[in-house]
């Protein structure tokens, strides 16, 4: 694939590694300012897109910019004639993933979300498991995502600056990837939820350090500029599956000594699990008085998703490897060689969660969450 990418940042490099290890070629960055694209030091660099798009004919563009570019950017790819790898959270708004939707079918091209934590063979092997039934019904789906990102006060990031996250800042920074791994484990929607929120550290102030951002809207302070950031940074979220499962989860961004920690635990009618991302290569199966602990084996995997595990049983795999199995997919998807890849249609479902919870939090009522039901094994295809 040629590769372009917008962004230039933490997840941007990410993506240009991953990028080459498949051997694809990134033939071009696109940035906010130049230097920011040419200090990648991959590709030609750009400070606009329609320029880079114009310039380069990309196979296919890696949107790694802050949210809220999201929407215009995979649109103008898709116009070029290009797919579109985009990073998470899809947008803003499910109105503007509907757009991004609509723009990808006009152009006839595809476009994937890099729901990352998908990619590691223990999820794998636990969505097949509840797949073929091996836990029985469901009935509870619990779990966290804890970072401690933004826990030091002094800490600016772009987030923070009004109008670039969008309506949330855990949820659409954490919590997506959280949802999306229980619809794709469980294989049945999220249909409501009840959220409760909290913005534990409301003051901020952008100085202008590299990773902070353009300068925001807010009150002048000495050496900088203070914004009153109102998203939060703690959601407590209960939710609600369609095969009648339920569960809560806590998504949060000033979690003290937890940089990654995303937590999946489910019980059902035969048995249940526990996966933690910060040991991806083993999960506990429990079966009633019985705790099992499963280390990684590619020979476990179901046909389908042997391919995702790279190296054999007692080498681990991490982080790299589950983003480059997404990645791998998500091309193969635009190939037309698959429809088993996170596709926008489970882009939106994040976005509409949170818009559910977003609501809940604001009115302190249960919502239900608006994408049709009967759209979910397009979404999350079980293939
Ligand atoms: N999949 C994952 O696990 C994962 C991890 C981190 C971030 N992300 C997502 O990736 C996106 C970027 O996050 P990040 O952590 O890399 O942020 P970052 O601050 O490290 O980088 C953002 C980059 O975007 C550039 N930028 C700003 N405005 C731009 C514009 N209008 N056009 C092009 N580039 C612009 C900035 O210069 C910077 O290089 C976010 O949407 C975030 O949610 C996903």
């Known amino acids: 694939m040629r590769a372009a990418i917008v962004g230039s940042g933490y997840i941007a490099r990410v993506h240009a590694r991953l990028i080459a290890g498949l051997g694809g070629e990134v033939v071009g960055v696109c940035s906010r300012t130049l230097s920011g694209a040419e200090a990648m030091g991959v590709g030609q660099a750009y400070d606009n897109l329609d320029a880079m798009l114009r310039d380069e004919k990309p196979d296919v563009v890696h949107v790694c910019s802050p949210n809220s570019f999201h929407a215009e950017q995979a649109i103008a790819a898709f116009e070029a004639g290009a797919h579109v790898l985009c990073e998470k959270p899809m947008a803003t708004s499910s109105d503007d993933c509907r757009r991004m939707i609509d723009a990808a079918g006009r152009a006839g091209k595809v476009g994937a979300i890099a729901y990352c934590y998908r990619g590691y063979p223990a999820v794998r092997e636990l969505r097949r498991m509840v797949l073929s039934g091996d836990f029985g019904a469901l009935w509870r789906v619990t779990g966290l995502y804890l970072s401690q990102d933004v826990c030091d006060p002094d800490k600016y990031v772009w987030h923070f600056s009004p109008g670039l996250c969008g309506p949330a800042f855990a949820l659409f920074d954490y919590g997506v990837h959280w949802l999306d791994l229980v619809q794709f484990v469980t294989g049945q929607p999220i249909t409501g939820i009840i959220a409760t929120f909290n913005t534990r550290r409301p003051d901020r102030v952008w100085r ?20 009153d950031f109102a998203l939060e940074d703690q959601a407590d979220i209960m939710l609600r599956l369609s095969g009648g499962a339920s569960g809560t989860a806590t998504i949060m961004a000033l979690s003290p000594g937890n940089p990654n920690h995303i937590a999946l635990s489910v019980d059902g009618a035969a048995g249940g699990f526990d996966w933690l991302q910060e040991q991806p290569n083993s999960f506990v199966e429990r079966r009633p008085g019985r705790k099992i602990v499963r280390d990684r084996d590619p020979d476990r995997l179901g046909p389908d998703d042997r391919w995702t595990a790279s190296v054999p049983a007692g080498h681990p795999e991490g982080y790299p490897d589950a983003f480059r199995n997404v990645i ?25 969660i949170v818009e559910a919870a977003v609501t809940s939090a604001t009115e302190r009522r249960p919502v239900d969450v608006a994408v049709p039901d009967a759209d979910f094994a397009r979404d999350y295809p079980a293939s």
């Not at 951002?213 to 500029?225: F, L, N, Q, T």
């Not at 635009?334 to 994040?350: C, H, I, K, V, Y």
């Open 328 to 352: 791998a997919e998500s091309w193969r998807g635009m190939r037309g060689e698959t429809d088993n890849f996170p596709t926008f249609g489970a882009g939106l479902r994040g976005i509409a």
């Open 208 to 227: 202008g350090r590299p990773g902070e951002g353009a300068k925001p809207r807010g009150r002048a302070v000495d050496g900088g500029v203070a914004v």
